[in-house]
């Protein structure tokens, strides 16, 4: 029974977050301007996290000095560039991270 239960408690707060922005903002009610400023803003400001929160524990003062991380961020940031395309430049980045990590940079044991 408690499975059941979780699986319809997740299925109704699913629902409820698709449907509360139809309630909310109606098609044929104009949507407020601090609802626009954030649609303007947050994605850059969730990027910005992003990027710290990924390199908050690099150390660059010892080896690998931050390596495979950079290169991977700059892996990301030139393929977005040249393709515009997210599944190829995240993914991208994030297998080129895991290749360095595991197999280049990786501790001798």
């Given at each position: 029974?408690?499975?059941?239960?979780?699986?319809?408690?997740v299925?109704a707060?699913t629902?409820?977050?698709?449907?509360?922005?139809?309630?909310?903002?109606p098609?044929?009610?104009?949507?407020?301007?601090?609802?626009l400023?954030?649609?303007?803003v947050l994605?850059?400001?969730?990027?910005?996290?992003?990027?710290?929160?990924c390199?908050?524990?690099?150390?660059?003062?010892?080896?690998?000095?931050?390596?495979?991380?950079?290169?991977?961020?700059?892996?990301?940031?030139?393929?977005?560039k040249?393709?515009?395309n997210?599944?190829?430049?995240?993914?991208?980045?994030?297998?080129?991270y895991?290749l360095?990590?595991?197999?280049v940079?990786?501790?001798?044991?």
């Amino acid at each position: 029974m408690y499975v059941v239960f979780t699986i319809l408690t997740v299925a109704a707060a699913t629902f409820l977050t698709r449907l509360l922005p139809f309630l909310l903002f109606p098609a044929n009610k104009k949507t407020p301007e601090f609802v626009l400023y954030l649609g303007r803003v947050l994605p850059y400001a969730i990027m910005g996290m992003l990027i710290i929160y990924c390199f908050k524990d690099v150390n660059f003062l010892s080896r690998p000095y931050g390596l495979p991380e950079l290169s991977a961020s700059l892996f990301v940031i030139l393929a977005h560039k040249w393709k515009h395309n997210l599944l190829l430049s995240i993914g991208g980045g994030t297998v080129l991270y895991m290749l360095l990590v595991q197999a280049v940079f990786c501790p001798s044991s």
